[in-house]
């Protein structure tokens, strides 16, 4: 439940040392870089680094595409598990690993792959075209050896070729010939033969008819063509059969490609931070934040790496002038951890503020598994959760999935209470969810009560870390006072209690009110009068915490609703004849209760945000802190650990 402690580093360096300093620091991932907002990189230096910035932009639009290329074949390829190096180990696997080889043999694979399915496309068209003259058995060739009489080959719509047979064959005694050769789809296929004397009227008839001229583009017959496309096309397909056995030998070169954009990515990162820091004429300033318990590995990492002479480093604890700009990195427990991101969803704590994560997270399982509250579904949950978390997968995924495997044991819990398994009632439950309604909403407002205190307490210590001492008694002790004498009394008048605790519960409530009405009237001085009306403006606020607590009924709400449409989807499902009950009765009652699940979670995680949020941190908690980013490397494809000696 903290904040992580930070100190300021500054760090003054020969030039020289740049890239080696930028590269210790990138390894070791404990440090945050400030940077200037104008360049004082000497303009030599800063065209020297864009131009190697424009050259490695290069190369990784190359590994990109190579990327797209090696996914694009289709075939499998081995699934690799996230490796992890520290940087110099990874830098040395890539320098090598071969990789620019691999990325001339991938764009040389696709370049064959590319010019042969060309080739094959245009064969395929030549043989497409050659069709129409495969039925014609005379050479085209030799119609043009002829000088008087005119040759067309061609096709009119079926729906045309017996008009236009017949008004042609009219003219036979003229010297016509016409010649019909087949069909192919819906055009007729007709060869029509004229002295060229008699040309004007054939070509005044294929004009009125719509007739479509083939013109031979080949300098060998029909056969001889077709025999040599076949040919060029076995020829394509045994080259084509080649290159998939080299894209087969290739089906490892994911993993190393995704190496090579790591390397590059974060080479580019060092020269980009490279033109944002301060240059004094030939050394370098770096100023930043640095986790204070890793101060001293660090100091030893640049003693070990630049000569004593050359540099020169401080160290020191933040300052009250800091506060506000010292990024935030929350150091919390494992389990915790995972629902950091709820925190930051909201607004980072402040350095000098309480990381209100570790309540929050107790708090949230509390009310998720309540709005949720079923023991089949959490056990679904939880076992999806752990084969999922057994597979290979990404960290960012296994945090997801690890966010609601761990909220699966509070819902199976409150599943339990409810007697609640899939909207089946069992046996042992404590509380029946579609009866006991009254029984859930007193619970509801109860958790409420426990969380709204908290958050009065959290307050309380967060005035006093900051020494808001008027601000504490007037604030969150006096509220705290109210609803736990409030609370006391309550209790007292309907359980079996000694009869002192309703009067102290009564005073000790009237004595939180009478601090927040007095103190501002005494501290006030002479204009003790303003003091009241504060004081009264500030018991107005009690009707808020009214509707706070009513607001905590939205978890007997929504376990209510839960458990009723999984009650009536099996309500459903009783309806069906017995064979099919077993049957698609089993995938339809899996497809129900999945639905029931997501809209069940669904509604927890965003009801459960909106009480965290709204009534939870609104009693104590104000965020606005900056998230902690540290210089490290890009990890898209690999994992890279914290550089303890880089030599």
């Known amino acids: 439940m903290a904040v992580t402690e930070m100190k300021r580093i500054n760090l003054n360096f020969k030039s020289e040392y740049l890239e080696k300093a930028l590269h210790l620091m990138q390894g070791f991932q404990g440090i945050q870089l400030e940077t200037t907002l104008e360049s004082s990189v000497p303009n030599a230096k800063k065209a020297e680094i864009e131009r190697t910035l424009i050259e490695t932009e290069k190369i990784l639009q ?381 619970i509801s407002i109860v958790i409420g009560y426990c969380h709204i205190m908290t958050g009065l307490f959290l307050q309380m210590l967060n005035q006093f870390k900051l020494k808001s001492y008027k601000t504490m008694l007037t604030g969150g002790l006096a509220w705290f006072l109210t609803f736990l004498g409030g609370g006391v009394a309550v209790l007292a008048k309907f359980v079996d209690t000694p009869a002192f605790l309703f009067t102290a519960g009564l005073a000790v409530t009237f004595s939180g009110l009478a601090v927040t009405l007095f103190v501002p009237a005494i501290t006030a001085g002479k204009r003790w009068y303003f003091g009241i009306f504060k004081g009264l403006y500030a018991l107005y606020g009690a009707t808020s915490y009214l509707g706070d607590f009513v607001s905590y009924t939205r978890l007997m709400a929504l376990g209510v609703a839960g458990g009723s449409v999984a009650i009536a989807f099996n309500t459903i499902l009783g309806f069906l004849p017995v064979p099919v009950r077993f049957t698609l009765g089993i995938a339809l009652a899996v497809a129900l209760h999945g639905l029931n699940i997501f809209l069940s979670m669904l509604s927890a995680y965003v009801h459960g945000m909106r009480l965290q949020f709204i009534e939870f941190f609104g009693k104590f908690y104000t965020g606005g802190g900056k998230k902690w980013e540290p210089f490290k490397p890009v990890e898209k494809n690999v994992i890279i650990i914290e550089s303890e000696v880089v030599q």
Request: charged fraction near 30%.
């Open 62 to 442: 190359e590994i990109k595409s190579a990327f797209a290329t090696v996914k694009g074949w289709k075939t499998e390829h081995t699934k690799n598990r996230e490796r992890t190096f520290n940087i110099s180990e990874f830098e040395e696997a890539v320098e090598k690993s071969g990789w620019k080889n691999l990325l001339g043999r991938i764009i040389h694979i696709d370049r064959q792959r590319n010019n042969n399915e060309v080739r094959r496309k245009r064969a395929d068209s030549l043989l497409e075209e050659l069709r129409p003259w495969e039925e014609l058995k005379y050479n085209p060739l030799d119609f043009e050896k002829l000088k008087l009489t005119a040759v067309y080959y061609g096709s009119v719509h079926e729906k045309h070729a017996a008009e236009f047979e017949e008004s042609l064959r009219k003219y036979s005694e003229d010297g016509m010939y016409i010649e019909r050769i087949g069909n192919i789809g819906e055009r007729a296929y007709f060869l029509a033969v004229c002295h060229n004397s008699f040309k004007h009227t054939l070509d005044s008839y294929m004009t009125n008819y719509s007739f479509s001229v083939l013109k031979y583009g080949h300098k060998e017959p029909q056969s001889a063509v077709r025999e040599a496309l076949e040919k060029e096309q076995k020829q394509l397909i045994e080259e084509e059969r080649q290159i998939l056995k080299e894209i087969e030998t290739q089906k490892d070169c994911i993993e190393l490609l995704g190496f090579a954009e790591d390397y590059f990515l974060n080479k580019m990162l060092r020269m980009k931070k490279s033109l944002e820091v301060t240059y004094n004429k030939d050394t370098v300033e770096i100023e930043g934040w640095i986790i204070a318990e890793k101060s001293e590995q660090f100091i030893a990492l640049i003693a070990k790496n630049i000569p004593d002479s050359d540099y020169e480093i401080s160290i020191d604890p933040i300052k009250n002038k800091d506060i506000e700009n010292v990024p935030i990195k929350l150091k919390n427990s494992r389990i915790v951890s995972t629902y950091e991101s709820l925190t930051e969803m909201y607004s980072l704590p402040k350095y000098n503020e309480i990381d209100p994560t570790p309540v929050m997270t107790f708090f949230y399982m509390i009310l998720f598994g309540m709005m949720v509250a079923d023991a089949g579904y959490g056990l679904a949950f939880f076992i999806i959760g752990l084969i999922v978390r057994k597979s290979e997968m990404k960290r960012s995924t296994k945090k997801m999935v690890g966010f609601l495997w761990g909220l699966s044991i509070p819902v199976m819990g409150w599943g339990l209470i409810y007697g609640s398994f899939c909207g089946i009632r069992l046996p042992f439950g404590l509380i029946d969810n579609t009866v006991d309604i009254m029984t859930m909403t007193l």
